[in-house]
């Protein structure tokens, strides 16, 4: 059994800086893989970072290249996604999600590819830039 618990969400101006964080517990390395989603309003669920759950470098969307980064020096046990210079198109509700079996690398290159394999979803975090 997964546990993905999201916080760090909230209201920010644009140009300002958040980090969210996702705390996993339970068997997290049943899964391949973690990844941040977002959803804005009237927008698709969008996949931004995605990496293995033994580590390695993260894989970004083109959307959020250079302003989201997944930190090195989190926490175990802990995805956090630290964004800086926000924009009002950054508004969404954030997810945190471990991945089946599809590379990190395919979550993001792969338009709704985690509709076609197993991913446990947090609850998830919301950020409205203004």
């Known amino acids: 059994h997964v546990q993905l618990v999201e916080s760090g969400g909230g209201t920010v101006q644009a140009g300002g800086s958040l980090r969210l964080s996702c705390v996993a517990s339970?068997?997290?390395?049943?899964?391949?893989?973690v990844a941040w989603f977002r959803q804005g309003p009237g927008k698709e669920r969008e996949a931004v970072a995605a990496?293995?759950?033994?580590?390695?470098?993260?894989y970004y969307a083109d959307s959020v290249k250079g302003h989201f980064a997944i930190p090195e020096d989190s926490p175990k046990n802990t995805l956090e996604l630290q964004m800086v210079n926000l924009k009002v198109d950054d508004t969404a509700m954030y997810y945190c999600?471990?991945?089946?079996?599809?590379?990190?690398?395919?979550?993001?290159?792969?338009?709704?590819?985690?509709?076609?394999?197993?991913?446990?979803w947090g609850q998830g975090t919301q950020v409205t830039v203004s």
């Open positions: 999600a471990a991945t089946g079996d599809v590379p990190p690398e395919d979550i993001i290159a792969v338009p709704k590819v985690w509709e076609t394999i197993d991913v446990y």
């Open positions: 339970g068997d997290i390395y049943m899964y391949n893989g």
């Open positions: 990496l293995y759950t033994g580590g390695g470098s993260p």
